[in-house]
């Protein structure tokens, strides 16, 4: 299996991850409405504010991003593009959806949006390679 198809398992789980930690902080909350609810999970998340908000967005952008990421890593490959310009293209993909994650766990939305466009971009160079 190539980097490249690992990358794809890791674009895969991102989303639960970024979820997990949400999940995760608020097992430690004194409120227990407050905490997790595996038998309500979406009253849960419509409940969720700051950082645990935007670790949902974040989790549901990713959701989100994944098609293409795929799309683009499946297409390349079939196109027999170098299999090294691929596996760089995609690692960079990885790198960019956890800083991300990162800008919009903390509240800068301005490069956030930047770090998606860079995403997008590194997809059409996947696409256009």
């Known amino acids: 299996m190539t980097i490249a198809n690992w990358t794809i398992l890791g674009a895969c789980m991102l989303p639960v991850l970024t979820m997990g930690l949400a999940k995760a902080a608020s097992l430690t909350l004194k ?3 407050a905490r997790y609810d ?8 419509s409940r969720l504010t700051g950082w645990q ?3 949902h ?3 549901n952008n990713g959701f989100e991003a994944l098609p293409l990421f795929v799309a683009a890593v499946l297409l390349a490959q079939q196109a027999h593009i170098d299999q090294g310009r691929i596996d760089i293209l ?8 956890i800083a991300y994650v990162a800008a919009y766990l903390a509240n800068i ?3 956030r949006s930047l770090i998606w466009g ?3 971009a590194t997809n059409v160079a996947l696409l256009m390679a």
């Open 57 to 59: 967005a974040a989790h």
């Open 118 to 120: 860079a995403g997008v």
């Open 31 to 33: 409120d227990r409405k």
């Open 90 to 97: 995609a690692l960079s993909f990885i790198g960019i959806r």
């Open 109 to 111: 939305g301005t490069l």
């Open 53 to 55: 908000a935007r670790a």
């Open 38 to 45: 595996n038998n309500h999970p979406r009253d849960w998340e």
